[in-house]
């Protein structure tokens, strides 16, 4: 990591709709503590699956910010990592079930669009799943790219498909 890189805050939105959808959230964060120290952290909420095949089980969503230095494609291989280690396999079928997702949101006012990272995530503006767990960290972040912060974003979405506080 270069000396010299600044600090930014870095966020992440996490989800698991197989297994024991708590636990492997929970283990995604303690991951995540391990790598970049102190996280804040979001309400869990249970979600109704989006752009996914029918029948598919509900998720578990929350968002998770850090603050490092870290490039960004460092972050997105580590994310990828802990995937794969929690069990995540990919069969090519968008919006399949899954273990455990990581989704890279932002990385301070970092842009990019590659084949492997697209900063800010392209969706996150839309899905209520990723706002209103946002909203809990900091409800005036304002995403790059994007002039309304999260709280109005997520106010201007129509109410389903619902996104529900999960009881710990």
Same mark, same amino acid.
């Given at each position: 990591?270069?000396?010299?890189?600044?600090?930014?805050?870095?966020?992440?939105?996490?989800?698991?709709?197989?297994?024991?959808?708590?636990?492997?959230?929970?283990?995604?964060?303690?991951?995540?503590?391990?790598?970049?120290?102190?996280?804040?952290?979001?309400?869990?909420?249970?979600?109704?699956?989006?752009?996914?095949?029918?029948?598919?089980?509900?998720?578990?969503?929350?968002?998770?910010?850090?603050?490092?230095?870290?490039?960004?494609?460092?972050?997105?291989?580590?994310?990828?990592?802990?995937?794969?280690?929690?069990?995540?396999?990919?069969?090519?079928?968008?919006?399949?079930? =899954?273990?455990?997702?990581?989704? !890279? *949101?932002?990385?301070?006012?970092? /842009?990019? +669009?590659?084949?492997?990272?697209? $900063?800010?995530?392209?969706?996150?503006?839309?899905?209520?799943?990723?706002?209103?767990?946002?909203?809990?960290?900091?409800?005036?972040?304002?995403?790059?790219?994007? =002039?309304?912060?999260?709280?109005? !974003? *997520?106010?201007?979405?129509?109410? /389903?498909? +619902?996104?529900?506080?999960?009881? $710990?």
């Amino acid at each position: 990591m270069n000396a010299s890189a600044a600090m930014r805050r870095v966020g992440f939105s996490l989800g698991s709709n197989l297994g024991d959808r708590l636990a492997t959230l929970e283990r995604v964060c303690d991951h995540l503590a391990d790598l970049f120290g102190a996280l804040r952290l979001s309400q869990v909420y249970e979600t109704e699956p989006v752009g996914c095949p029918p029948g598919s089980p509900a998720y578990l969503n929350a968002c998770v910010e850090v603050e490092t230095a870290m490039p960004a494609q460092e972050i997105l291989q580590l994310c990828l990592r802990i995937e794969q280690e929690l069990g995540r396999t990919r069969s090519g079928t968008y919006g399949e079930a =899954r273990t455990c997702d990581i989704d !890279l *949101l932002y990385c301070g006012t970092e /842009t990019c +669009a590659t084949a492997e990272l697209t $900063l800010p995530h392209p969706r996150a503006h839309e899905r209520a799943f990723v706002l209103r767990p946002l909203c809990d960290i900091d409800p005036a972040l304002v995403l790059p790219g994007q =002039r309304q912060t999260v709280a109005e !974003l *997520l106010a201007a979405l129509p109410a /389903t498909p +619902a996104v529900t506080p999960f009881p $710990l």
